[in-house]
C-alpha cells in the first residue's frame, strides 16, 4: 500500500518470482480437491486476488463477475494463460452476482467491489452457502455489522474478512513478541490509516493514479466510488488496516472486546486544495464541500483497560504509514522510527533498532514462506491473507478473522461519524458476540500453516 503505482510495477516481477517457486503445496493438493472460487469484482484489487491464485495448485477460478468488460476480459486472459479452464462470466448487471452464486461449481467467494456493495454480496453469499471473502472494510454501518453477524449465525456458512496488513511481516513478528509476553501486559496501543490518496481519490477517468480531478461517473476505479464517501461522510471510513492486526494483538471478540469510543475530526482542506492545485479554482469541483475531516482520530477503550488511537489521516500530502505502536508493561514498539524499548533488556531510556528484535521474532509462517510471498503483493502479506482464506476454505472451519472481526472492526466506521456530529461524545461498541467473547478462545496464530 505504500505506494499503489510501484506497487502495480512491482506485482509483475513479483508474479514472476513466485511463479518460479517451487511447487507450493498447502494442505489438500489433489486435483479433484482443489478449492472451486468464484470472483465477485475483479478490479484492480480483485485481480490481485486473481493473480495470486491462480499460482497456487489448490485452487481453481470456475467464475468470475464484473459489470466492467474490460476488467472480465483481462481477468479471462489471466486465467486462460494459467492453463484454467474458462470460468463461466457474470458481467450482465449490478445483480449477476447472484447467478454466480446459484453454482454447485463455485465453492467459496472473494468479494472486492467498491464498499457498499460489500455486505449485501457477503450476505447473498453466506445465504448461497459459499464460504465468503470480503474486502477491508467489510461494512460501512451498524445495521450492515449486524447483517454480518446475523447472517453468518443463521447460516453457519463461515465468512473471512481479508485484511492483509494482519499478516505483514513486522506486524506478525510483533504479534509473536506479544503472545511470548514480551511487552507484558498491554496497556496503550496507535494505529491508523496514513497514506496520501488524493491521487487515488481523483483522476482523469483514463487512468487510476495520478492524473486529473476527476471522480464519481468521470472517474475510474476508485475514485469512481471512494471519493463519494469523503463527500458525504465525516468519519473514519478505512479502520481495518490499522486496528485488525490490534485487535489480533489484544484478543478482541476472544476474552476481549471494544466497549466505547470517542472521536474528533480536523477541519478538511486537503482535497479542495489538491483539486484547486491541479484542476485549477474555476474546476466544478472545486465548489464542492467535502464533509470528510483531513484527520479523525478516534480512542477505543477496551474491556481490559487498554486504550487504541486509530487515526484516518489520507487528504493532506503526507509519506505512507500506519503509525503502530504496541506498548505494555515492559516497554514498547514503534514503528515510525523502526525502534523497541524494552525495560531490563534495552539500556536504559534508549531506543534500540527494531530490526534486531523483529528478525529475532520472526513469525513462522514468514519464516517458512516469506521467499515466495515477497513479491505477492503488498510486500508479501497478501499471498498469506489469501492462504490463510483458502486453508479455512478447504476444511469449512472458522477463518482467523471472522464476521464478529468484520462487524466490529468496521463499526468504528459509523460510531466516529455519530461521535464527531456530537463533539466527541462517547460511543458504546455492541457485543457483536453477544456474551461469547468472555469464552472464546484466541486465534492460535503462532503456527506455520496458515
Ligand atoms: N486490502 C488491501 O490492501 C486493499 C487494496 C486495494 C483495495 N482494497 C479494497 O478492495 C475493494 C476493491 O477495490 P479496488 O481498488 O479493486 O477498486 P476498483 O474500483 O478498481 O474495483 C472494483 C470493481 O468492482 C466492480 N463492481 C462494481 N459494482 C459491481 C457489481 N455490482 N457487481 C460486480 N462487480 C462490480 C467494478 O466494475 C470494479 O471492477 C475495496 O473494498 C477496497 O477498499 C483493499
Redesign the pocket.
Known amino acids: ?1 505504500s505506494s ?1 503505482r510501484n506497487f502495480i510495477k512491482k506485482t509483475a516481477v513479483v508474479s514472476t518470482a513466485i511463479a518460479i517457486a517451487p511447487n507450493l503445496t498447502f494442505g489438500i493438493n489433489k486435483s479433484s480437491e482443489k478449492l472451486k472460487i468464484g470472483m ?9 486476488h486473481v493473480n495470486n491464485l491462480l499460482l497456487r495448485n489448490d485452487v481453481l477460478i470456475t467464475a468470475i ?4 468488460p474490460a ?1 472480465i476480459s483481462l481477468n479471462l486472459d489471466a486465467i486462460k494463460k494459467a492453463g484454467q479452464k474458462e470460468p463461466a462470466v ?1 458481467d450482465k ?5 447472484r447467478n454466480l452464486l446459484e453454482l454447485k461449481e463455485v465453492d467459496a467467494v472473494i468479494i ?4 457498499l ?2 455486505t449485501r ?1 457477503a450476505k447473498d453469499a453466506m445465504l448461497a452457502g459459499k464460504y465468503t471473502g470480503v ?3 467489510a461494512a460501512n454501518t451498524m445495521e450492515e455489522c449486524w447483517d454480518l453477524v446475523n447472517t453468518h449465525e443463521q447460516t453457519g456458512t463461515h465468512m473471512m474478512i ?4 494482519n499478516y505483514r511481516r513486522d506486524i506478525m513478528a510483533v504479534l509473536n513478541m506479544v503472545k511470548q509476553n514480551i511487552f507484558g501486559e498491554l496497556v496503550h496501543f496507535r494505529c491508523g490509516y496514513q497514506h496520501d490518496l488524493r491521487f487515488v481519490k481523483f483522476n482523469d477517468g483514463k487512468t ?1 493514479y495520478g492524473k486529473g480531478v476527476e471522480f464519481g461517473e468521470k472517474g ?3 475514485s ?3 471519493t463519494q464517501h469523503s463527500l458525504l461522510r465525516n468519519a473514519d471510513v ?1 479502520p481495518t ?1 490499522g486496528v485488525g492486526p490490534i485487535a489480533a494483538m489484544t484478543d478482541i471478540n476472544r476474552g476481549n472486546r471494544f466497549l466505547s469510543l470517542t472521536s474528533h475530526a480536523t477541519k478538511g482542506i486537503g482535497l479542495h486544495n489538491y483539486i484547486v492545485d491541479n484542476g485549477g479554482k474555476d474546476h466544478p469541483n472545486a465548489k464542492l464541500n467535502f464533509k470528510q475531516g483531513d484527520v479523525i482520530t478516534s480512542t477505543i477503550e477496551t474491556a481490559r483497560g487498554e486504550t487504541i488511537i486509530v487515526t484516518h489521516d489520507c487528504n493532506l500530502p503526507r509519506p505512507y504509514s500506519l503509525g503502530f505502536r504496541v506498548q505494555g508493561a515492559n516497554g514498547l514498539w514503534e514503528v515510525d522510527g523502526n525502534r523497541i524499548y524494552i525495560e531490563g533488556k534495552s539500556k536504559p531510556h534508549e531506543w534500540d533498532s527494531a530490526d534486531d528484535w523483529l528478525k529475532q521474532y520472526d513469525h513462522p509462517l514468514w519464516i517458512k514462506y516469506g521467499e515466495h510471498a515477497m513479491g505477492a503483493g ?1 510486500g508479501g502479506m ?1 499471498f498469506f ?1 489469501i492462504n490463510a482464506f483458502v486453508e479455512s476454505a478447504k476444511q469449512n472451519i472458522a477463518p482467523p478473522l471472522d464476521a464478529y472481526d468484520a462487524a466490529a472492526w468496521s463499526a468504528i466506521t459509523p460510531l466516529s461519524e455519530l461521535s464527531i456530529e456530537n463533539n466527541g461524545e462517547p460511543q458504546n461498541f455492541p457485543d457483536f458476540t453477544r456474551g461469547l467473547w468472555l469464552k472464546r478462545q484466541p486465534y492460535n496464530w503462532i503456527k506455520d500453516t496458515y
Open positions: 500500500m499503489r465477485i469484482g475483479v478490479g484492480l484489487r480483485g485481480t490481485d463477475c464484473d459489470i466492467d476488467r457474470y448487471n449490478d445483480y449477476d452476482y472486492a467491489t467498491p464498499w456493495w460489500h454480496m474486502e477491508v472494510s481479508l485484511e492483509n496488513v487510476p475510474i476505479s476508485e469512481k466510488w471512494r478505512y488496516h503488498h497478501d491473507v
